[in-house]
């Protein structure tokens, strides 16, 4: 059943992470596959929006490479990064393997 819940980025960091798309596999390699420019567009509106306090945004590369997502590059208070910058900008915590550190 499809639905909405609530992720913690960095406990300092107060949002909810909003995604659109729908995941699939590229052989072993999982993607995000794109979504019709009207749902995205309205999707992406009411991130916008004022009242949205929210911070993160998940959306399939296709879609910013849509007119309505190449505006994006062009407002101040957007950011736009790949997948791999984000990884890098280490906004994640990591998850603790239970296994680490006890032996067999």
Do not use: H
Not at 11 to 29: E, S, V
Not at 58 to 64: D, G, I, Q, R
């Amino acid at each position: 059943m499809a639905g909405s819940r609530s992720e913690k980025i960095r406990p300092d960091i107060p949002t909810d992470i909003w995604c659109t798309g729908c995941i699939d596999l590229f052989g072993k390699d999982p993607i995000l596959k794109s979504v019709d420019t009207a749902g995205f567009g309205t999707k992406l509106d009411a991130f916008l929006s004022e009242a949205n306090s929210d911070m993160l945004f998940v959306v399939p590369e296709a879609n910013l490479r849509q007119k309505i997502g190449a505006d994006l590059y062009r407002r101040e208070d957007v950011s736009v990064f790949t997948l791999k910058q984000f990884r890098s900008a280490g906004l994640f915590k990591k998850k603790k393997n239970d296994c680490e550190g006890s032996q067999a």
